[in-house]
Nanobody, 115 residues
Framework: QVQLVVSGGGLVQPGGSLRLSCAAS???????MGWYRQCPGKQRELVAI???????GYADFVKGRFTISRDNAKRMVNLQMNSLKPEDTAVYYC??????????WGQGTQVTVSS
């Protein structure tokens, strides 16, 4: 049974930090692991992505502030978010893609940056 469990969202003040985690079970041959977000009134967008070979890409709006990492043994992907801004407020989703072309989304987690 495929399951993605996302944790780590919440309320934080501007300039603060949060760490999101996404743990997968029942999924094998994972290639890409990524984080997306959907800001209020906007479409879902890519935040960060990491390949099985540890090639990493970031959206320009998070470069230097967010760090993505993965633990292949645990089938987990993390997103360390520092220097958070109010415009980072969004629902964050993890997405896993296998070498076979299957895509799996985790449930969203709310991140709210507000004083």
């Amino acid at each position: 049974q495929v399951q993605l469990v996302v944790s780590g969202g919440g309320l934080v003040q501007p300039g603060g930090s949060l760490r999101l985690s996404c743990a997968a079970s029942g999924i094998f041959s994972i290639n890409l692991m990524g984080w997306y977000r959907q800001c209020p009134g906007k479409q879902r967008e890519l935040v960060a992505i990491i390949s099985s070979g540890d090639t990493i890409g970031y959206a320009d709006f998070v470069k230097g502030r967010f760090t993505i990492s993965r633990d292949n043994a645990k089938r987990m992907v993390n997103l360390q978010m520092n220097s958070l801004k109010p415009e980072d407020t969004a629902v964050y989703y993890c997405k896993l893609s296998t070498f076979g072309g299957e895509n799996y989304w985790g449930q969203g987690t709310q991140v709210t940056v507000s004083s």
